[in-house]
């Protein structure tokens, strides 16, 4: 499903509305769209941004313009794209821009990449969860992964009301269709992750003490994934799994 931030509104009476538009699986553009009377016209223009580890390029509506950012992650650059596009539509130089990049830091546990033993990489991003950083995670995680086995260590979302068990659901579809090699459920409501039929590489846990229980589906050389509400408290996780790593590494 597509969805939109608009960043720049028309006065409606012919002015443009400028939106930076998701359309999914890792595709944003950004789109004009041209109110008149009752018609709308909605032009989304050639601005795909691209990056390479920390460098990223963003190709705004008056140039392109390359800035080094403290991630790698497609969807933070994205946050950057859309603040950078509605700072050039204000009419603000950008030429300042990278010490803007520069001044940016990110709190603990927001997708933060760790080298492991055996060509092996950890992202703690247990910092908070929500359907859409949860599926931004997971297509990270693929883009990431590089051919590595994928594993996903997920809890709940928390704080989602009466649609909380729909939500989980749609990421346990979302997983399905990522093919994502393993994924470890932790809590009840976490459960939905791991679909309606029971398969290999799904594994359920109560909590956060228990992961010793699914460590045994970890590998050398896995891409994972750690990701929860901070309510569950699985940002300790990685600092685990970064030492089963070096017992693997020294075995």
Same mark, same amino acid.
């Given at each position: 499903?597509?969805?939109?931030?608009?960043?720049?509104?028309?006065?409606?009476?012919?002015? /443009?509305?400028?939106?930076?538009?998701?359309?999914?699986?890792?595709?944003?553009?950004?789109?004009? $769209?041209?109110?008149?009377?009752? *018609?709308? /016209?909605?032009?989304?223009?050639?601005?795909?941004?691209?990056?390479?580890? !920390?460098?990223?390029?963003? %190709?705004?509506?008056?140039?392109?313009?390359?800035?080094?950012?403290?991630?790698?992650?497609?969807?933070?650059?994205?946050?950057?794209?859309?603040?950078?596009?509605?700072?050039?539509?204000?009419?603000?130089?950008? *030429?300042?821009? *990278?010490?803007?990049?520069?001044?940016?830091?990110?709190?603990?546990?927001?997708?933060? $990449?760790?080298?492991?033993?055996? !060509?092996?990489?950890?992202?703690?991003?247990?910092?908070? +969860?929500?359907?859409?950083?949860?599926?931004?995670?997971?297509?990270?995680?693929?883009?990431?992964?590089?051919? =590595?086995?994928?594993? +996903?260590?997920?809890?709940?979302?928390?704080?989602?009301?009466?649609?909380?068990? =729909?939500? !989980?659901?749609?990421?346990?579809?979302?997983?399905?269709?990522?093919?994502?090699? $393993?994924?470890? @459920? $932790?809590?009840?409501?976490?459960?939905?992750?791991? #679909?309606?039929?029971?398969?290999? #590489?799904?594994?359920?846990?109560?909590?956060?003490?228990?992961?010793?229980?699914?460590?045994?589906?970890?590998? %050398?050389?896995?891409?994972?994934?750690?990701?929860?509400?901070? @309510?569950?408290?699985?940002?300790?996780?990685?600092?685990?799994?970064?030492?089963?790593? =070096? @017992?693997?590494?020294?075995?």
């Amino acid at each position: 499903m597509s969805s939109a931030s608009n960043l720049v509104p028309g006065d409606g009476n012919g002015t /443009t509305d400028l939106f930076l538009r998701d359309l999914g699986r890792g595709t944003t553009v950004l789109v004009n $769209v041209s109110m008149k009377g009752t *018609q709308t /016209t909605v032009e989304p223009g050639p601005f795909d941004i691209s990056g390479d580890g !920390h460098e990223w390029t963003f %190709p705004l509506p008056g140039g392109e313009i390359t800035l080094t950012l403290p991630f790698t992650a497609r969807h933070m650059a994205e946050n950057t794209f859309a603040a950078l596009t509605a700072y050039e539509a204000l009419g603000l130089p950008l *030429q300042s821009a *990278q010490d803007g990049a520069n001044a940016i830091t990110l709190s603990r546990w927001r997708g933060e $990449v760790a080298p492991l033993p055996g !060509h092996g990489i950890v992202v703690n991003d247990a910092y908070n +969860a929500n359907p859409t950083s949860m599926r931004a995670a997971l297509v990270d995680l693929t883009a990431r992964a590089s051919g =590595r086995r994928r594993v +996903a260590i997920l809890g709940e979302m928390a704080e989602l009301g009466d649609a909380a068990s =729909r939500y !989980h659901g749609e990421v346990g579809a979302l997983l399905d269709e990522l093919g994502i090699e $393993v994924v470890v @459920a $932790v809590g009840d409501a976490a459960r939905p992750y791991l #679909g309606a039929v029971p398969a290999s #590489g799904r594994s359920w846990i109560p909590d956060a003490a228990a992961f010793d229980d699914a460590a045994e589906l970890l590998q %050398p050389g896995d891409a994972i994934l750690v990701k929860a509400s901070r @309510a569950v408290g699985l940002e300790g996780l990685p600092s685990s799994i970064e030492k089963r790593a =070096r @017992a693997w590494s020294e075995s």
